[in-house]
């Protein structure tokens, strides 16, 4: 993620947990050292037509390779937030955008948030997820997230309940067999996997 893409990651955040307001402070998310946020970006045409190209852009190098005219601006599909919680990559936030949804976006986002965890030295991945969302619980799941216990009333909003979800140590070898295996299983399916951290 870029500053450049605040707004249209703060309108995916307000249409994804409508009605509430998280209000997430990306500029200072992205000064954090212990943070990382990971965007989709969709060129427009790809976008119209549902062809996804994927950037999960960290400084956004790759960003200038795409745009080749202003008017092939970039658009935003779906953003993930990964703080550095000691040995943890603990996932912040997660969402794509509602007519991007069911097309396998949210698990590359989830790839992307595991790989950069791993390529930094975290030993596991963590979250928490409210007890009812279950599309989000079942995506965490086919990575091999577990549950790990409940925070009662977690959500000050409406004291709903939070899962707590993480994963085995993902530096081991039955791990890294799993997840390769996923993305593997994700490109036979036919999606792209151009992930670029
Ligand atoms: C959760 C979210 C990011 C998933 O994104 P998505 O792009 O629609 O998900 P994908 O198409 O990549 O689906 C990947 C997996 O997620 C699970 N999943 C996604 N949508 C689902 C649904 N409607 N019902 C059940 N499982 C679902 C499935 O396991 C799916 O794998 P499968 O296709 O092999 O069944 C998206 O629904 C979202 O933005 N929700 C609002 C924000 C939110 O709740 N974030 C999580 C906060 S913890």
Same mark, same amino acid.
């Given at each position: 993620? =870029? #500053?450049?893409?605040?707004?249209?990651?703060?309108g995916i955040e307000k249409e994804a947990f409508y009605p509430l307001t998280i209000g997430t402070s990306f500029t200072i998310q992205l000064r954090n050292k212990y943070s990382r946020y990971?965007?989709?970006?969709?060129?427009?045409?790809?976008?119209?037509?549902?062809?996804?190209?994927?950037?999960?852009g960290l400084f956004g190098i790759i960003r200038n390779l795409f745009i =080749? #005219?202003?008017s092939e601006a970039v658009n935003i599909a779906g953003y993930v937030g990964i703080w550095f919680q000691g040995s943890e990559g603990h996932i912040s936030e997660i969402?794509?955008?509602k007519r991007f949804r069911g097309k396998g976006l949210g698990e590359l986002l989830l790839i992307g948030a595991i790989r950069i965890s791993i390529s930094n030295g975290l030993q596991m991945m963590g979250l928490e997820v409210r007890a009812s969302n279950v599309q989000a619980q079942k995506l965490y799941q086919k990575y091999y997230f577990q549950e790990n216990g409940i925070r009662k009333g977690y959500y000050s909003n409406d004291k709903e309940d939070a899962v707590i979800m993480a994963t085995e140590l993902i530096h081991s070898n039955d791990y890294q067999r799993k997840f390769l295996d996923r993305q593997r299983q994700y490109l036979d399916s036919g999606k792209q996997l151009n992930i670029n951290i």
């Open positions: 993620m =870029k #500053s450049q893409d605040i707004d249209q990651v703060t990971l965007v989709i970006e969709t060129r427009p045409e790809s976008a119209m037509s549902a062809q996804l190209s994927m950037v999960a =080749k #005219s202003p969402a794509v955008k």
